[in-house]
């Protein structure tokens, strides 16, 4: 039904993971990592163009079967460096009240507002 599909999220964008990477970057976070589930290739609005940030190294994906929380908690663990996500990771307890966390918004135009959690 239309209704549903109006209610439904729009698709995860290859745009916006591109915006956060950026401002990330205009902010001074260097390196950006960005770690993916590896279903997401197949919910992204642009299937093409997130295969090659795959190609070129900007997106690690993790392997089927796994979590990508796990390697982004040890990512930001071993780097010392801020994870930005907006999961809550209730599930990983102390773990993830270990590292700092930085949520972020997406607003119109890709507008990126990074929020301290």
């Known amino acids: 039904p239309l209704a ?3 209610a439904s999220p729009p698709p995860p964008s290859v745009a916006n993971l591109l915006a956060l990477r950026d401002q990330l970057l205009k902010r001074g976070y ?3 990592l960005l770690i993916a589930d590896a279903n997401l290739r197949y919910h992204v609005d642009n299937r093409a163009a997130y295969m090659a940030l795959l190609e070129r ?3 690690h994906e993790v392997p089927g079967g796994t979590s990508a929380d796990v390697s982004l908690l040890a ?3 071993s780097h ?10 209730t599930s990983w307890g ?3 009240r270990r590292v ?10 890709g507008r990126v507002t990074l929020l301290p959690v």
Do not use: K, W
């Open 75 to 77: 990512s930001a663990r």
């Open 4 to 6: 549903e599909y109006l």
């Open 80 to 89: 010392a460096a801020p994870l930005v996500t907006n999961d809550q990771m």
């Open 100 to 109: 700092e966390r930085i949520a972020f918004d997406i607003g119109p135009g």
């Open 94 to 96: 102390e773990a993830a």
């Open 57 to 59: 190294g900007m997106v």
């Open 30 to 32: 260097f390196p950006v």
